[in-house]
């Protein structure tokens, strides 16, 4: 089983006191994170530190430590917090700040949808330079007509 402890560096405590809530903030009193031996084996998924909550559209950025465990392990939390509401939903209502759900279930037909809206989106973006080339070519062509056609009157 992998190392874990507190965002904090302190030991998860046994008896889960750190899942105490406070009232002020509701998160929680402590959250686990893998250790930095952990995290620094590498990452799966790329470090994002920013989400979205699908459901009221309010950002939350993590720290650097829960951002490198979700990274190294998708699968290791099953919820998270969102600070507009204040309080912890599960992943699927969280997207990524680049659109990916962060609920691992959903992120296959992401990837796949993502991947055809990129490539739809570069082929139109080809598809325009090609149209502006093809322009810039008839503009030049008739500037050179209109040129040799000066030329021919001196």
């Known amino acids: 089983m992998p190392k874990i402890e507190l965002t904090d560096g302190s030991p998860v405590p046994t008896d889960g ?14 959250y686990i994170v893998l250790s930095p031996e952990e995290r620094a084996k590498g990452f799966v998924k790329p470090v994002r530190r920013s989400y ?9 950025t993590v720290g650097r430590a829960l951002a490198e465990t979700y990274a190294r392990d998708p699968y290791f939390y099953s919820g998270t917090f969102c600070c507009n509401c204040g ?21 296959e037909e992401w ?44």
């Open 52 to 60: 979205t909550h699908n459901k009221c559209g309010g950002v939350t």
């Open 17 to 30: 006191s750190h899942k105490e809530i406070d009232p002020r903030t509701g998160q929680q009193k402590g």
């Open 87 to 107: 309080t912890h939903f599960p992943l699927a209502q969280f997207d990524w700040e680049d659109g990916e759900p962060m609920d691992t279930s959903l992120q």
């Open 111 to 154: 990837q796949r949808t993502e991947g055809e809206r990129r490539r739809k989106a570069r082929h139109a973006a080809l598809q325009n330079r090609v149209a502006q080339l093809r322009s810039d070519l008839e503009q030049a062509e008739r500037e050179l007509a209109s040129e040799s056609e000066d030329a021919s009157h001196e």
